[in-house]
């Protein structure tokens, strides 16, 4: 898959800034520039629980991917997310500007500015999502449905989310939606995250 890209505006020192993300990514600058700062921003983003942040579930974003999930539910075959990667950025992006005070508040530990918060999502290529009613069941004497957002790299099952619900009971979107930005967000980075910082002289603090 392709590695997503961060951008900032009037963040702390930094008046606007794109960072594409890379298995090694490097920040090389005068002192005093912000390099810390994207850093921590960075990490901190990676290390965001999208389940305790508000999940704008009144927006236009969030409507428009409830309605690609419905439209796809119970289909058999794997869907690439190339496929909806519009809807899901869009969303995002709803999510991040209605929580960039929350994220930024987590990383840093401290109130800091910031006008805008965006991501742009990349290729998403070789990810999947299957989003099914994976059996019924009988329950205290009430039929319930378990819902399950499976998502794929390739042919391998990375993760999957699953939920009870009720004969008529409305699905909570807002909990899959989560789980995926979780997943994709931190991809091929959440079991392995490294930060260093480094000293003015220029050497890595161990």
Known sequence: ???WSLQVKNFGKISEAEIQLAPFTCFIGDNNSGKSYLMTLLYGILRTNFRSLEMCTKSNEYEALKSWFDLHYQETNKIPLTSIKTQLNNYLNAVLE?????????????????DS?????GLLKDLYVRFSNNEDLHYE????SMIQLSLYYKNDLIS???????????INYAFFFAVLLNRIIGME???DILFLP???TGFLLT
């Open 1 to 3: 898959m392709g590695y």
């Open 98 to 114: 209605a929580n960039k005070e929350t994220i930024v508040r987590y990383a840093f530990n401290k109130k800091i500015h910031i």
């Open 117 to 121: 918060l965006m991501i742009n999502l």
């Open 141 to 144: 004497n009430e039929n319930m």
């Open 160 to 170: 999957r989310a699953s939920g009870r619900i009720r004969a008529h009971q409305k």
């Open 189 to 191: 980075y959440r079991n």
């Open 198 to 200: 480094t000293s003015r």
